[in-house]
Every structure is written in C-alpha cells, then in structure tokens.
C-alpha cells in the first residue's frame, strides 16, 4: 500500500473522515492534556513508551519514553513519529495499519525502532484508537522494548543448536543408560561403531548386557565399580556387534543420581579400540618371537644402554667365557676390551666414536679386539645398531668371531712379503683386487689418489678411486675380467683422488689367481700432466683463433663507432639548436625531442660499441639505476624476437648507484641476448629493480661479497636453464654452451667483469628447463644508504604468524629471525601442512607468509583454502621470482603483499609490521 501524508494541514483534513482539521488541537477534541490523576499515576507506573499521538504527530509523551528512546518527553511534543523509526520503511508499514484501527481498534506489530543515541532496538508496538471511532488519526501507541528478550532468545537457541550438532556429529559413541541395562539415548556414531542402521534401531534393544557384552559378568563388574566410585575413565571390555562380530571397546562413563544419591542413568562414551588391541597383541607375538631368535642364534648377540650391557644370549656367554648372564650384565663393553686396540687408540676414546657413529648411520660395522672373562684377546666382526625398546634407545650389538679369517690374512701378508720390496719400489702405482676389493695397494698407488696410507684403501672397493663418469664401466672390465669373459687389458680412465679431485690413470691389467679365487693384478699411471698439457694446447689454440676473431671484430666496431660518433655529433648538435630556436607550445618542439632522444641511444649504442673494443675507459659517476633501465629498454626489445614478451619492472625508489651508464647498458645486453638465445620458442623476459641488504648469512652462503645495502638489477627468463656444472662456468671466458659459430664465449665473463669493477657481483639461480634469473648487486652511494637506513628502521610485535616454506633452511632463518623480534611463530612445511596447521589455529594466528612454490599445494592453493576459512586472513607472499613471473603463478592485483627473495631482516620486518598494522 502507497505511504500517505497524514501531517495537518490548512484547511485539510483526514483521507478516512472527511472532516477538516485546523492547524492545532482544540481543547474540546478529548485531548491528552485532560488525564484525571488515575491516569495520569497509570502511565507514569508503565514501564513502556506511551504516546499520544494525532495524524501521527507526537502530542503526549510519558516519562517512561526517556528510559526506552532516549527522549525527553517535552522533546517529543508536536514531532512526528518518524524520529522513533530506523527507515521510510518501518515508518510506512506503521502507517499502513490504519485501516485495522478504524476496523478494529487496536493494531500490534513488531518493529526496528531508533534510539536518539542512534543504535537499533526491537520494540512491541501496540497501538489503539482513542474514542469510538478513529477520528482525526487520534490513536494512543505503547513500545515495548524487546531488544534483550529477542538476544537472550536467539543466544538459547544458538546453544540449543550446538549442543546437538556436537552429539549428532561426535565422531565418538555417546550413550545414557539405565543401571539395569536399558538404553535410554545413543548418537550416530555409536550406532555406526555397533553395526546399527540408526540410534532408533539401535534403542530396540532390551537387555544391555546379554545382547552387547560378550561377557555378561564383566557388565556386572563394571557396574559395580559404577557404582562405588562415580565414574570409570578407559575401562576396556570385549563387545558384540548387531552381526555378531567381536569388538573391543573403551568406555569414560559418569552416574547421574537424584537429590538423595540413588543412581538414575549412566552417561558416558564409547571408543571402538579394536586394532589398538590387535596391534598390542602382535607386538607381544612380535617380542616372543625375537626372545627365540635372540637366544637361539649362533651369533654372539648383546644389549647396551651405552655404558653397561643389559641382556645378552648364550653365544655371547660362550665367546667371553662367562660362566652366567649375571656375571656379564652390568660389565662395560671395555671391561672385555683391552686398554688400547691394535691401531694404538685407547678403546674407551674408539669406542666412544663407534657409538655415535652407530647413532647417525643407523647400522655401524667394524672389526674390535675383545678380550674374554680368562683374559685372552680375540677379533670380532661387529654390527653395532641403536633400536628403540619401550621408549628407550637401546644398541643392540652381533659379535661374529673372525680370528680364523685374521690368521688367514697374516699368512697372506707373510707369504706376499718376498713380491712387496719390487712393487713397493715401483715407479707405477700397482694393486691387487679380489672381486672387488683392493687386498692390496703399493705406496705409489696411495699417493697416486691422494690417501696416506694403504690402510685407508686395502679391504675398499675399487670404486672409491673411480670417478663416476667412468666407474660403471671399469667396474664392468673387473667384474667379466675374474668371470674369464673378454675385457680390455690397457685403457684409460679418470680416477677420483680422496680429496675429490680428477685424476687421469692409464692402467695395464691382467687376470690371475690368488688362494684359489680369480684376482686382478693392475699397474697404474698417472698421465693426469701430459693430458692437461694436451687440452690446454688446444684450448688455447681454440682462444688464440676465437681471440684474433674478436681482435679483428673489435678493431672494425672501433672505427665503425669513430665515423658514427662524428655523425652523431652533427645530428645531436643541430638538434639542440634547433630545440633551443623553438618556443616551449610549439607543436614541432615533441618531434625534435623524438629525435634527439633516438639520437643519445645511437650514442650510447656507439659507447657500447667502444667498450666492446676496448677504447672507452669507465667513468662511474652518481646515476639513477630506473633512468638506466627505462634510457636502455627500447633498444633491448630489439634485441629480442617477437615471441619473447619482455616485462620491465621498476619498484620502490629509484636508487642511485655510482656507474658508467655504458658499462650497465653493456651488462644488459649481454644478459638479454643471452636469455634471448636460451628462449628458442619464445617466452617471458623480466627485467627488475630493487634495493635489498646482503647480510653475513648471504655472503657466508655465497663465499663472496661484502655486507651492506644494494641496489639489485635482475635479468629472468623462462628458457631452457641449466645445470649445475654448467652454472659453474658460465663467467670463464671463452665458456660457450652454443653451437660453433653463434657464440663467443665472452658476453657473461665481460659482464662479470664489468660488476666487478663497479664493486659489485653477480649470482645465478637455474635448473634445467625451468630459466635462469641473473641478479647484479652494486653498493648503493653513500647519501642513497644514509637515506635507506632510516626507512628500514624495523620494531617487532607479539603477533602470532604461521610460515609455509620448504626449504629447511630458510625456514629456520625467517623463524628464528621472527621469534627473535617478540612474534611467535607456527611452521608448516608445505602447502597442505600449512593449511592443516592453519585450521588449527585459525583463532591466534595474525599473519601467513606463504612461500608461492611448494608441493603438495601451492602458495595460491595454500592461500585459497585459508581465506575459505577465514576470509579476513592477512597473507605475504614470498618468492625468489620477480612480481611479474609471480603474477604468471596465478597471483593477481595489486592487494597481494608481496616479498622477494633473498629475505633480509629488515626489508622482511618491515613488510610483516606493514601488513599487520593495516
């Protein structure tokens, strides 16, 4: 119904009734000033909001109006009732209950009323007319605030809800029931965990403890101690499910008594703790069968806590000669050993290592000479283990007796003495395998590789001295030379000294038989000299014509740039007189401009051309490294092809470096034809900016540089990359990975060197198939570092921040760098783990960094299910891409706060304190 007007007019009157209304109430018209002292004592003892009105308009206001409204009662008189209402709305649907007063006589509703403090109030409104008919709209209106009863309402019915959605959902069984045995409630999951259909199915049974306890007297004892004691907490009793089928179960269970103590129900819950039980009973099997094996074995078999044995077999009773357990137990391991073993050391200090080398391995093997209860010494073989028993480390030790073997092996020493004087002697390393083991090495065969002693070689495979480029294959020639197959007995290979360097061996070998087994008798020598004297002869000669190349190449760029800096000089010149005739609006003046900014790239391009021969020195000077970038773009899109789209991005301040603006332009250049060739079927080429510190951990990572502030410029692409010994020498001169012909080897090297020069250095992160990003650090000038210093002036906070990053490494720098700063810190270690770690502890964590690139889930998925459960996260991304490859990854607009990596301290402080102060 259309809203009416039912403010007085001149000379107006009401829709209903026809009749004129003047423009005030006259006394006779039963005013509401005329109350008897009755009335008047009724409304005052109201507690509600009684008005008086007439066309809706305020004419008698009780006191009881200021406690509801907020209004004074004299404030309100001759107001309309307007002022009450939230909205036009509310005021209209009041206004269209007339017509129920002039039917009726009384017209109810429940509103949104508006205090004169402006919050909201729910009221009952009740509203009657005055006099027999609705004359002059003259109606008496009641408000009842019902704000805190519809509050009080709403929060019961919120509890109501959660309460049974807890019971309904517990993944627990929930249960109450009779001290005789009568199930009175059950949730889902406990009829679930019985094989029921539902709870109601499962309320059909009549007797407890003949149709659920498979033992019924065990319900009777656990009634009793019910009852004796209140509550019973893991009380453990074997259960029947609906099929029949056998289950153990793990009852919490209270009593609920009446005012005098008698019992009424039981309540409780209930856990199906089957496969617990099963998996106890399998390790008790599990422990008799390895009690058998223990004390049944042939090996000698001993258990230490690492001081002092605890339990051992009978083996080990008869190796020692201890006449019972209780005479070893509770004996050192070095109370059977000698002072000292044969290598000279004292057993306590060996042994000592050997446990905690059984510690970090897992499995330790090594020969010990022990010393038995009659004080005879003897060899063992030992395999030395740390096992957990009950919770406790334990080294669970094997003796086998070898003092057989070790007379073999003296024997095969004394019978070898008369050979060793000429081998020894021998200007050829020289040794003997048997399968393949070395049983025999001479002395210039240990210093060949590198080692000291034979000692450190003799009883090793021979892979130990085979690098693994070759080892496969000189393992295959030794392994079909004792077989009796074809194999080749002179060849060369690269053998691997102990210190890891390449050793070059060209060997003469010959099969034989030795005690009765195929052996391999090897002469050795190293030609590691004559064959670097051969590739260093040819990659000179390699340099010396791709120098006289690049000779000839720089002298015709040196000329070319002389004639073209002669023309450039006309053309620059000119041009500039020709700015300075033109006044500042004329519409000519932006082409001239065009033209000499083309001219200073040409001449720049001419710089680039003389440092490329060698005939421009540096002049470093205070430059902008923005200005550098943007004066340098247009000619760097035309160095790449039109399927490689080429991004710029330029944040933060425009640091001012001390620079030769042509150097820099030589070092771009070189870095984007380089990525350019890598990006054979197109791609994306980024160009940034930024200033970052290098701290100690950076430069101890690296193994260069000097701490400070930079200005950083890197170069990205998304190419083919590279790998690690590639990565290795990319800045040697004359390193090429391109075909001969399109590559000279010096683009990187030049522009290593030209960093260097600005006292700056270069790095570069790659794998394979996945680009490379080159980033130039050069020290920021001095008034650039007095300014930056102030800006990252870092304080820290009591938040709580969740880290998702996968590298150990840098996870525990952000952490420790961040606790150190007053925040706690939750890690997480991938994407899922830190949405998991996230969900449970959505209430106190104040801030997320999220690394972009992490398995299991992303930064952007991590990111996604988190704002799901909490949409008003606060989230850092971080990444040692650029922004614009990170825009690539799904990460859009401009609200996302981003960091890039290397993470400093103070660039990541800021940017954390930043974002929680939003």
Not at 456 to 476: F, Q, W
Request: proline content about 4%; charged content about 30%.
């Amino acid at each position: 119904m259309e809203h009416q007007n039912y403010t007085e007019q001149p000379g107006g009157g009401s829709p209903e009734s026809g009749q004129e209304v003047g423009p005030s109430l006259a006394p006779d018209e039963a005013s509401f000033t005329g109350l008897g002292v009755m009335e008047a004592s009724i409304l005052k003892a109201i507690p509600h909001a009684v008005l008086g009105l007439r066309e809706r308009v305020i004419v008698f206001a009780n006191d009881a109006v200021q406690a509801v409204f907020g209004w004074r009662p004299d404030e309100l008189i001759g107001k309309s009732t307007r002022v009450l209402y939230r909205s036009d709305e509310e005021y209209e649907k009041i206004g269209r209950g007339y017509p129920l007063l002039k039917n009726h006589g009384t017209y109810g509703d429940r509103i949104i009323c508006r205090h004169k403090a402006g919050h909201d109030l729910a009221c009952r409104l009740s509203v009657a007319r005055v006099g027999g008919i609705l004359c002059k709209r003259k109606v008496v209106a009641v408000y009842e605030d019902i704000t805190e009863q519809i509050q009080t309402w709403e929060a019961l019915c919120a509890s109501e809800e959660k309460y049974r959605n807890i019971y309904q959902n517990a993944v627990v069984g929930i249960f109450q029931s009779t001290p005789e045995g009568v199930l009175l409630n059950a949730n889902p999951a406990l009829a679930r965990m019985y094989g029921y259909d539902s709870p109601e199915e499962m309320l059909r049974i009549t007797d407890i403890r003949s149709q659920i306890w498979v033992q019924p007297e065990e319900r009777d004892r656990y009634r009793g101690l019910l009852e004796k004691y209140g509550s019973l907490q893991g009380f453990q009793a074997h259960a029947l499910r609906k099929d029949g089928s056998r289950m153990w179960i793990s009852l919490d269970v209270g009593v609920v008594r009446d005012a005098g103590g008698k019992p009424l129900r039981y309540e409780g819950i209930a856990l199906d703790i089957t496969e617990h039980k099963r998996a106890e009973m399998a390790l008790q099997e599990s422990e008799e069968k390895f009690r058998t094996l223990f004390e049944k074995t042939t090996d000698a078999i001993l258990l230490s806590d690492g001081s002092t044995y605890i339990d051992c077999n009978e083996a080990a009773l008869r190796l020692v000669g201890a006449p019972s357990k209780d005479r070893l137990i509770g004996l050192s391991p070095f109370d059977l050993s000698p002072e000292r073993q044969p290598d000279g050391r004292l057993s306590r200090d060996k042994g000592r290592e050997l446990l905690k080398a059984a510690l970090k391995k897992g499995v330790h093997r090594f020969e010990w000479l022990h010393r038995d209860f009659k004080g005879e010494e003897f060899w063992t073989e030992v395999a030395l283990t740390a096992i957990p028993i009950h919770g406790t480390r334990v080294f669970y030790t094997v003796w086998r007796d070898i003092r057989e073997r070790k007379k073999a092996e003296m024997q095969l020493r004394e019978s070898e003495e008369r050979y060793r004087v000429a081998i020894e002697n021998s200007n050829d390393g020289v040794a003997l395998l048997r399968r393949d083991k070395h049983i025999y090495v001479n002395d210039r065969f240990v210093s060949i590789f590198g080692y000291e002693k034979a000692e450190e070689l003799v009883g090793r495979s021979l892979a130990i001295t085979v690098h693994e480029d070759d080892r496969e294959m000189i393992m295959g020639y030794n392994s079909a030379r004792q077989q009796g197959k074809p194999a080749p007995s002179r060849y060369e290979f690269k053998g691997i000294r102990k210190n890891g360097t390449i050793v070059h061996i060209e060997a003469s070998v010959a099969a034989l038989t030795f005690r009765e087994e195929p052996a391999t008798l090897v002469y050795m020598r190293d030609i590691t000299d004559r064959k670097r004297a051969e590739e260093e002869k040819a990659v000179l000669e390699s340099q010396l014509r791709q120098s006289q190349k690049m000779e000839a190449v720089g002298t015709l760029a040196g000329g070319i740039a002389h004639d073209f800096n002669n023309i450039l000089t006309v053309l620059i010149g000119c041009g500039g007189l020709l700015r300075m005739k033109m006044a500042a609006e004329d519409p000519l003046r932006l082409y001239v401009d065009q033209m000499l900014t083309s001219a200073e790239r040409a001449a720049n391009l001419t710089q680039s051309l003389l440092t490329f021969s060698r005939k421009q020195p540096i002049h470093p000077k205070a430059v902008r490294l923005h200005r550098i970038v943007k004066d340098v773009s247009e000619l760097l899109k035309r160095l790449v092809t039109e399927d490689i789209e080429l991004r710029i991005s330029l944040e933060g301040d425009d640091p001012v470096i001390m620079a030769d603006e042509t150097q820099i332009d030589e070092v771009l250049i070189n870095l984007v034809s380089n990525a350019r060739d890598a990006m054979p079927k197109g791609g994306i080429l980024t160009i940034a900016t930024g200033t970052t510190t290098v701290g100690e951990e950076f430069v101890n990572r690296q193994g260069y540089g000097v701490t400070g502030r930079y200005a950083m410029l890197s170069v990205a692409d998304t190419g083919t990359g590279m790998d690690a010994k590639t990565r290795e020498h990319i800045f040697e001169p004359f390193f090429t990975t391109k075909e001969v012909g399109r590559g000279t080897g010096l683009g990187l090297s030049t522009a290593y060197g030209i960093v260097k020069q600005h006292n700056g250095f270069i790095t570069v992160s790659s794998e394979p198939k996945k680009g490379a990003t080159f980033r130039i650090y050069l020290p920021l000038s001095a008034g650039h570092r007095e300014q930056a210093a102030a800006k990252h002036e870092v304080r820290g906070g009591t938040e709580t921040i969740l880290i998702a990053e996968d590298d150990p490494a840098v996870m525990k720098f952000t952490g420790e760098m961040l606790r150190a700063y007053g925040y706690s810190v939750i890690e997480a270690t991938d994407g899922q783990d830190a949405v998991d770690m996230f969900v449970k502890n959505k209430d106190r964590t104040n801030l997320v960094i999220v690394d972009v690139v992490m398995p299991r889930k992303s930064g952007k998925e991590a990111y996604e299910d988190i704002k799901k459960v909490r949409p008003d996260t606060k989230v850092i991304f971080a990444s040692g891409y650029t922004r614009d490859v990170i825009i690539d990854k799904g990460i859009y607009g401009d609200k996302v706060d981003f960091i890039s990596k290397p993470l400093s301290a103070p660039d990541l402080l800021k940017k954390v304190r930043e974002v929680l102060d939003k």
